[in-house]
């Protein structure tokens, strides 16, 4: 039975029938590829809402640009409000690529701008997709690029339930090793911050907060509430509670490693290659900078730029297709 329930003053009409249909028996019978025309306003949307509420598989949705995703994604949410509709664009408000002007030997370092909210909207997706069945995700073309191995981000989730054996010093370690960022002030995405045996944390995907209390080396009690609205009265009490990493980029110990010893191999070539073709700085800077980038990946898992060295990381090889949220 579809797990997706639509909700709409409309029902099919004209060709809308058939049409949903045919798309319908189309997936069913393993057609991988299906086109539907129609002219704007012919209710080209609801037809395939009605497909997948009849479908009831999980659903990517991928407009060409910002603009129609966002309108999309109203749409969709205004069809299934009781299900997951989620929003998948790049999250960059300002980006400016790396750059070197050799006439007057300046490097531009890459420069970037990040929109909270959307990179909240992307976790939220992800997390969805490992949570539910009913979800459909809204997307632009920024789900077809690189987004980290799928198998590492959801084996480093956090799975707390009551009475599970843990220490405070153990949940600290988790917890920094999953990319959170320990703080004593207000809490902000993707941090948390520890008050005796009392632990308070902010996702990367949702404006909450989760309150884990610790008592004998266990888990005693678990709650979240609304970050805007987080007065002891207004903590909803959970008995299991899944925490996602606050990145998409993560990797295990012997998988830097590994990757570290593949990034220092490649710029052994690239140094000898320069360095044979008489570009001494460029040599120079290629070897200050990726050492930089070695060293800060060894210690904390992460680096400024860190998609650079994505295709070590993953253990991808050259040419290999990047892991996307198709995967």
């Known amino acids: 039975m579809s797990k997706f329930k639509l909700i709409s003053q409309f029902k099919p009409a004209g060709d809308q029938p058939r049409a949903i249909k045919e798309l319908i028996k189309s997936v069913q019978s393993g057609n991988r590829y299906q086109t539907l025309e129609g002219v704007t306003g012919s209710g080209k949307t609801f037809i395939m809402a009605s497909v997948i509420e009849k479908i009831g598989k999980p659903a990517l949705v991928i ?60 976790h939220f997706a992800t997390s ?28 480093a989730t956090l799975n707390l339930k009551i009475d599970k054996p843990i220490t405070r010093g153990d949940l600290i370690r988790q917890l920094v090793k999953m ?12 941090a948390f911050r520890v008050r005796g045996d009392i632990f308070e944390i902010m996702p990367a995907s949702e404006e909450i907060i ?55 191999a490649e710029l052994k070539e690239r140094l000898a290659h320069l360095t044979k073709s008489g570009l001494l700085l460029e040599a120079e800077r290629l070897e200050r900078r990726t050492k930089f980038d070695v060293e800060m990946i060894r210690a904390i898992g992460y680096c400024h730029g860190v998609e650079n060295y994505s295709r070590h990381l993953t253990g991808k090889l050259p040419g290999e297709s990047p892991s996307t949220l198709l995967e």
């Open 210 to 264: 989760y309150r884990i209390e610790l008592s004998g080396q266990k888990v005693a009690s678990m709650a979240f509430a609304d970050y805007l609205n987080k007065s002891g009265q207004n903590f909803i009490p959970q008995r299991e509670i899944i925490i996602f990493p606050p990145k998409h980029f993560i990797s295990t110990e012997p998988e830097r490693e590994r990757a570290i010893k593949e990034i220092k």
């Open 63 to 122: 407009a060409p640009n910002k603009t129609l995703a966002a309108q999309l994604y109203s749409e969709y949410k205004n069809f299934f409000p009781e299900n997951k509709v989620c929003y998948f664009v790049s999250y960059y408000d300002y980006y400016q690529p790396e750059a070197y002007i050799p006439v007057t030997d300046t490097y531009i370092d890459k420069e970037a701008m990040i929109n909270e909210e959307i990179d909240r909207l992307r």
């Open 179 to 190: 990319h959170f960022e320990r703080t004593r002030p207000s809490l902000k995405r993707g």
């Open 128 to 155: 969805a997709l490992m949570t539910r069945k009913d979800v459909i995700i809204v997307a632009s073309v920024s789900c077809i690029y690189n987004l980290g191995v799928p198998e590492t981000y959801f084996g």
